[in-house]
């Protein structure tokens, strides 16, 4: 019963930092801090790894948690592969490789869009409780990673939003030369400033004609290929 207990706080404070991670420059320290509690409650894992599936496609991203440093790449899991067999079975299991340096025991655990496989060097395979935790604690991980993804989304679409504000307010600092000879020489101007400064690949400059109820374009000047 002490075992499930430990679990159920592990399982819970692993939940806890999923909902708290603020920023993806603070997961590097969030994993360190749940691979350390996990290795001290739970079982002494060397290796952590998480594949968080993508629809309709055969590749993955998969995190490498343990050991440091942590990363990510895309990955397709070939046939044979324990994670492949738990994510096609839908139920844990246990897998082991020889090395050099002796056994390798593994427990990989299919969640509803990941797979989580935890590994380490030891004399024996994993006892029920400790299969039992290990299934516990493998949803709230994934939420973690998931929590760091759509930070990373979010953090980038925050700093496209900061780039264009900052490039318009350039529009509006009068360094721009817009003189010329003609109308349509200070329109190709306005154009080819908005072009360079907001990264749009087309630009367009419509003229209504305010007369007109339906607003009938009167002239137009773009960058678009006709």
């Known amino acids: 019963m002490e075992g499930r207990k430990d679990a159920r706080e592990v399982v819970e404070t692993i939940y806890a930092e999923a909902v ?3 920023s993806s420059s603070d997961f590097a320290a969030c994993i360190e801090k749940l691979v350390a509690l996990i290795q001290d409650r739970v079982f002494p894992i060397e290796w952590l790894s998480i594949y968080l599936r993508k629809e309709n496609t055969a590749f993955h991203t998969h995190y490498y948690l343990l050991p440091p440093p942590i990363g990510r790449e895309s990955a397709v899991l070939l046939d044979g592969r324990p994670e492949l ?3 096609r079975a839908r139920h844990a299991c ?3 490789d020889q090395t050099e340096s002796g056994t390798r025991w593994g427990f990989s655990v299919p969640t509803g869009r990941a797979i989580i496989s935890y590994a380490a060097f030891c004399d024996e395979s994993y006892n029920a409780d400790q299969q039992r935790a290990l299934t516990a604690i493998a949803a709230p991980l994934e ?3 998931r929590r760091c993804a759509e930070l990373e989304v979010l953090e980038g679409l925050q700093a ?4 264009v504000d900052q490039n318009l307010m350039a529009l ?4 721009y030369d817009l003189s010329a000879d003609s109308p349509d020489e200070v329109l190709r101007k306005l154009i080819q400033m908005a072009t360079q400064q907001l990264s749009f690949d087309r630009a367009g400059i419509f003229l209504l004609d305010e007369k007109i109820r339906y607003c009938a374009v009167r002239w137009a000047w773009t960058t678009m290929e006709p």
Request: glycine letters at 10%.
């Open 20 to 22: 708290g991670l603020a």
């Open 85 to 87: 067999s738990a994510w």
């Open 94 to 96: 246990i897998w082991q």
């Open 143 to 145: 939420a973690v990673v």
């Open 160 to 163: 496209q939003v900061a780039t």
């Open 172 to 175: 509006y600092d009068g360094s």
